[in-house]
């Protein structure tokens, strides 16, 4: 078991507008979550739900956000645990590579991750319904 | 100060000790230290520092019984670790899908 999550995707859209997709606060709250957000070293961002759905709030700080590497801590409202997700972007023949770690999953207490997975779960689901259900509308009326 | 999950993870990063973990799991009883030592090459003395290690993250507990010390596998601390991780694993698997989606439709459109 590593201290660390690592997601790789080769998705069939250009660099550019994955940057963008993953980088804009307009687009990441359109597929991801409600954000602000801005692409700056040391900008203090906020990923929140509606509260409707209980859902946890998120924040960090941007480490690093050069084209095409996005580095940003990643601390779960009410813990004091702070860990990294890493999104990298590679041109590749048939598309963009997006890797993505989340690392730093040993600083959590076990105590912590339990609590955190409990309470968290089910609001997550909620949000991620609701996000479904928001694009499914917009694709209707459009 | 260590906190619980860095030790089980530092207790399971050495193969040895993780051997000597699923030996006690897959044994499904209380081994004695004796026994334990007796599957590895290395000395007494390393084994019984890999299982203070173990005892340590919560993994094995340990019993005094007559003139021997026995082992008890506990995986409780692991399932902790692990139920963060699936946690973890499936969020971004889900939300790498929902990016996807979303360029997908809108080249689409």
Known sequence: MKDVITKEVVLNHSIDRIWKAITLQEEISTWFIKADFKAENGYRYEFTASEENGCATITGEVKSASPYTLIYTWTVENTQVETTVTWNLKEVENGTRLTLEHSGISQYTGDTAVEMFNSYTSGWDKCMVALDDHIKNEVHAG | ?109
Request: proline share 3%; aromatic share 10%.
């Open chain 2, 1 to 109: 100060m260590q906190d619980k999950v860095t030790k089980v993870l530092k207790a399971i990063a050495d193969p040895t000790r993780r051997e000597i973990f699923h030996a006690v799991v897959i044994a499904a009883t209380a081994l004695s230290i004796s026994q334990i030592s007796g599957q590895f090459q290395i000395s007494r003395q390393g084994v019984t520092k890999h299982i203070k290690t173990l005892e340590g993250a919560g993994l094995l507990q340990i019993k005094d019984q007559g003139r021997e010390r026995y082992c008890f596998a506990n995986p409780q601390p692991l399932e902790e670790v692990q139920k963060w991780l699936q946690f973890y694993d499936k969020f971004w698997d889900d939300s790498l899908q929902r990016l996807e989606n979303y360029l997908d439709k809108e080249k689409e459109a």
